[in-house]
């Protein structure tokens, strides 16, 4: 028996930490004893039952973990390597990395390398992984420093901070924005080079206004993410990763067939390779 955060629905929603046998989950795959979790904006939706994350129960939530192979059915994988998983849909149809043990197919599976551990894989987690994700598809539409500032919203948040020091390692210009005053020292550490009020641009505002990111990264949707397409500069890119704003986009082709404005969706649930 081992501890788990398990969601049941009999008349209604329920999570609590309860003991469970490892009989309860998958009937195969690859069984990995769990260091370290993270608690993503998903699992919080899927706990609270805000959102329709979880699609069977009982299910045990979280969509990442890092651990230990203990038992293994596939000759790839051996008892002992140190292993991360991401997304496949864990946490939602399948369960999940809050728990002490989590039972997953083989293919879900990344090797961590010899100088990451389990926690610092964590603690970079599913948010990490998609900052990284958001700059590489940046990188890969052409975007470099010299094409100017990039914007990064949300920017106090998980996928934000990476974000934020991702470019700034790269050498880009980054403009951070956050509703919470109190993180300006700290996203300026991390290398943001301006601070914005995150209010002016969560209100509705004008389909087309004057140019001001080369790129942005964007993890609140909304009108965020429309204002945020309406300042991009021709031909500069979006890319759209999150909705603790809103999951509505109210916007006009307007940036896009007069500036040629890319808008990029970034995954990391089904993104091949793993993180």
């Known amino acids: 028996m081992f501890n788990a955060l398990l969601a049941t629905k009999d008349d209604q929603h329920e999570v609590a930490v309860t003991k469970i046998d490892k009989a309860a989950l998958a009937d195969s795959g690859v069984l990995v004893k769990v ?26 939530p979280g969509i990442d973990l890092a651990g230990t192979i203990e038992e293994s059915d596939d000759p790839d994988w051996q008892v002992g390597d140190r292993v991360v998983v991401n997304g496949w849909g864990m946490g939602e149809g399948h369960s999940g990395g809050l728990a002490q ?55 106090s948040g998980g996928v934000g901070s990476v974000a934020v020091a991702l470019l700034a390692a790269r050498g880009f210009s980054v403009a951070a924005s956050t509703g919470k005053p109190d993180a300006a020292d700290y996203l300026k550490n991390l290398g943001a080079t301006s601070i914005i009020d995150r209010h002016t641009l969560s209100e509705a505002g004008k389909p087309l206004q004057a140019e001001q990111w080369a790129g942005v990264v964007d993890a609140v949707g909304g ?11 021709y031909g500069g890119v979006v890319t759209a990763c999150g909705l603790a704003e ?3 986009l109210p916007a006009t082709v307007m940036p896009f067939i ?15 390779g793993g993180p």
């Open 35 to 60: 260091d370290y979790s993270t608690i993503n904006y998903k699992d919080a939706l899927a706990v609270t039952a805000t959102a329709p994350i979880i699609r069977k129960y009982p299910l045990v």
């Open 101 to 155: 043990y989590a039972r997953v197919p083989a293919s879900f599976l990344v090797k961590l390398p010899p100088n990451l551990s389990s926690r610092h894989a964590m603690a970079i987690g599913t948010a990490g992984y998609t900052a990284a994700l958001c700059v590489d598809a940046l990188e890969a539409q052409g975007v470099t420093p010299d094409h100017g500032d990039i914007l990064v919203t949300g920017a």
């Open 223 to 233: 009108n965020t993410l429309a204002n945020a397409c309406a300042q991009t500069r």
């Open 246 to 248: 809103s999951a509505a």
């Open 258 to 272: 007069l500036r040629g404005v890319i808008l990029r969706g970034v995954d990391s649930v089904m993104a091949p």
